[in-house]
Structures are given as structure tokens and as C-alpha cells.
């Protein structure tokens, strides 16, 4: 994995938190963290997502495999914002288990 591979996964979360923060109103992330169903959003979302990308697995679908991946990690980080986590918590558990 490229330098900037990783590197994105830090910006989007900045800008996650950048959202969080000063909540604009044509943002999507902001009406995450604002939805009247609370953390349940995001939640829900993590399920479709899975399912969605359970199917592109199936059918072998490179393409739709990437695209689900990156739904699922965007909507993940977005979740360990709301539960003012971050990506350092993500890599420190990655890290011990190797
Ligand atoms: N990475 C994402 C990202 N991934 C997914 N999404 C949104 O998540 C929603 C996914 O829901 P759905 O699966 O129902 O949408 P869909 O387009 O039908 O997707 P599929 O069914 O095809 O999987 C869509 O509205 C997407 O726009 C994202 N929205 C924002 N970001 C990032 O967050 C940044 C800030 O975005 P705003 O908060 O909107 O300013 C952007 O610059 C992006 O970098």
C-alpha cells in the first residue's frame, strides 16, 4: 500500500472530524451526526453497505468490491468519530494482533 493510500484514510477522518465540528448544512457527513435516528444512521448504513458488499463479492465484481469498501470505511470512520474514537485506535488494534 502506497504512502497515500494511507494518508487518505487520515484526511477523510480530518475531515470527518472537520464536519463533526462546524456541522455545514450540505454536507452529508454533518447530517450523520445530526440524523434523528442518532448513531442508528451510520449503523443502518453499515449493514446495507455489507450486504452490498457480500453481493459484489459473490458476482466477482472487482469494480463494485472497491467502491462498497470505501462506503463502508468512510461510514466506519465515521462511526469511531461518533464514539470519539479515531484511526490511532483502528491501527493499535491492528498492530497488536500481528
Ligand atoms: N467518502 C465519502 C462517502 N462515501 C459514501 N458517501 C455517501 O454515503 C451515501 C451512501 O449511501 P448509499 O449507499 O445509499 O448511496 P448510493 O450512492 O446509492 O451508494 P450505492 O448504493 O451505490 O452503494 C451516499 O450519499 C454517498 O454520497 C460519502 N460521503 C462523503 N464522503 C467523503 O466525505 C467528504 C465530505 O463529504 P460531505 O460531508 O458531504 O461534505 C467527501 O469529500 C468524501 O471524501
Redesign the pocket.
Known amino acids: 500500500m502506497s504512502d497515500d493510500t494511507v494518508n487518505v484514510i487520515d484526511e477523510?477522518f480530518a475531515?470527518?472530524e472537520d464536519?463533526k465540528a462546524n456541522l455545514?448544512e450540505?454536507?452529508?457527513?454533518?447530517s450523520l451526526f445530526t440524523h434523528e435516528k442518532g448513531e442508528n444512521a451510520v449503523l443502518e448504513?453499515l449493514g446495507?453497505?455489507t450486504t452490498?458488499l457480500i453481493l459484489a463479492a459473490k458476482d466477482d465484481d472487482r469494480e463494485e468490491l472497491a467502491?462498497?469498501s470505501?462506503?463502508i470505511v468512510?461510514?466506519l470512520l465515521v462511526l469511531l468519530s461518533m464514539k470519539e474514537m479515531d484511526v490511532d485506535d483502528l491501527r493499535a488494534e491492528l498492530a497488536k494482533r500481528r
Open positions: 477523510l475531515v470527518i464536519r455545514p450540505d454536507s452529508y457527513t454533518a448504513k446495507e453497505e452490498e467502491h462498497e470505501a462506503d468512510y461510514h
